[in-house]
């Protein structure tokens, strides 16, 4: 069964960068083309923050994409996350998924980890 | 960006109910539509792939349909486990946007 799991520091100060890592487990990301990042603020809906792939091409947002970057690492077997000039308004879960896969969704899930931008 | 709306936002139910929610997005999608159940704390789960398709391990009780830009997912007859919020995603074209999300939870 595939599994994901965020990691990082739980607090960011204002304008710092965020970092996060998701780790994959029993698949390995070179087996599904596109990794993605996925958000939800606090008392908010989702939003989807990007896209990678193993080869290292990558899909943003438009609405973020000046502060963000995206990576992958096959030796780790992991993928990863950068936003940059972070604010108030990046305070969230961040969730990692697989896809989107060919069937064009996003499965399975990482439970998210909590990014506070907080001084 | 394609705009994702969700009627209604909140519904309470009662065990055994029949529930609809509705996904309408503001241009043509075709069957781009996916479903995902949120509990807090877990991970989201995906319930309905391409419109219609049941993913695997979902129980049957949960159903979806529609194409172009009027969508629904129902759950026929709705157990403890279903009170959740639900959000429907695109995924046509990027940034593959979500609806707002439907909460659905005990009356």
């Known amino acids: 069964q595939v599994q994901l799991q965020e990691s990082g520091p739980g607090v960011v100060m204002p304008s710092g960068t965020l970092s996060l890592t998701c780790a994959v487990s029993?698949?390995?990301?070179?087996?599904?083309?596109?990794w993605s990042w996925v958000r939800q603020s606090p008392g908010k809906g989702l939003e989807w923050i990007g896209e990678?792939?193993?080869?290292?091409?990558?899909n943003y947002n438009p609405s973020l994409k000046s502060r963000v970057t995206m990576s992958v690492d096959k030796s780790k077997n992991q993928f990863s996350l950068i936003l940059t000039s972070v604010t108030a308004a990046d305070t969230a879960v961040y969730f990692c998924?697989?896809?989107?896969?060919?069937?064009?969704?996003?499965?399975?899930w990482g439970q998210g980890t909590l990014v506070t931008v907080s001084s | 960006d394609i705009q994702m709306t969700q009627s209604p936002s909140s519904l309470s139910a009662s065990v055994g109910d029949r529930v609809t929610i509705t996904c309408r997005a503001s241009q043509s999608i075709t069957t781009y539509l996916n479903w995902y159940q949120l509990k807090p704390g877990k991970a989201p789960k995906l319930l309905i792939y391409g419109a219609s398709s049941l993913q695997t391990g979902v129980p049957s009780r949960f159903s979806g349909g529609g194409s172009g830009t009027d969508f629904t997912l129902t759950i026929s007859s709705l157990q403890p486990d279903d009170f959740a919020t639900y959000y429907c995603q695109e995924s046509y074209r990027i940034p593959f946007t979500f609806g707002p999300g439907t909460k659905v939870d005990i009356k």
């Open positions: 998924a697989r896809g989107p896969t060919s069937l064009n969704c996003l499965d399975p």
């Open positions: 029993s698949d390995s990301v070179s087996s599904n083309p596109w």
């Open positions: 990678v792939s193993h080869s290292g091409a990558s």
